[in-house]
């Protein structure tokens, strides 16, 4: 009765392509994918090819414009199939809103149609080891150094940290003012100093790349801070 009334008869044809998708291209590999601990970047691109990557992202950043309840009906199959492994949620949901609602223009343009058409990986970085539910007590780095910025620190627990090429990382680039001091940064995978460490065993979840990332003098462009600077 429920879905009735929230689902309209377009919400309902999307389910079936999201279904015949998870049927085609996700549950013959997911045991394969449980046992390499980790998808194939491939699916991303075929999930990219039939929209279904940041679908409520406005169209002229590569999205479907589409309301949340799109977003639901993915979640919604990807359960009702036990398909575990694929981190499109973090991708789409969180990662791309944190672009789209603090990102400049040119951020928005570089990455999000990419983030959509599955050619991008995205990711973001809070969890440390020493720094869970107690988010305060990271203790990454971003110290300005002219129109950079110098990270240094790791990160655990970090969803899709393998196939990653972007990373939101949230740091303290003004350490001494506490939990206040923090901000975040765009990472690309591939920046000298930034390594991706092991996939994390877990008890389920176990297509899913959680990973180590750690950060050894990176340097980044001041221009790849995301929103303001905490200060
Ligand atoms: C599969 C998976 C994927 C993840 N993906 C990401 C990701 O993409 N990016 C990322 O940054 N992190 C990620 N995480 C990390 C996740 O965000 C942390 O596990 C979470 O923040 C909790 O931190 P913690 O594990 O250190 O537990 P802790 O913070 O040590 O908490 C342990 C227990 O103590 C309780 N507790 C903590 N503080 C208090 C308090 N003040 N009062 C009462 N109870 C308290 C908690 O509720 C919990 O039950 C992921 C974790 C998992 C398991």
Known sequence: MLE???FT???ELFRDTVRRFIAAEITPHHDHWEEQGYVD???WLKAGQAGLLCLTMPEQYG???ADRLYSTIMIE???RAGVSGPGFSLHSEIVAPYLMRYGTEEQKQRYLPRMAAGETIAAIAMTEPGAGSDLQAIRTTARRD???????GSKTYITNGYNCDLVVLVAKTNPELGAKGTSLILVETGTEGFRKGKRLKKLGLKAQDTSELFFDDVRVPASNLLGREAC
């Open 77 to 79: 199959e990807a359960a």
């Open 63 to 65: 999205g479907a414009g």
């Open 41 to 43: 970047r491939e699916l």
């Open 9 to 11: 008869a377009d919400h």
């Open 146 to 152: 002219g129109d950079h910025y110098v990270i240094n």
């Open 4 to 6: 009735r009334r929230l």
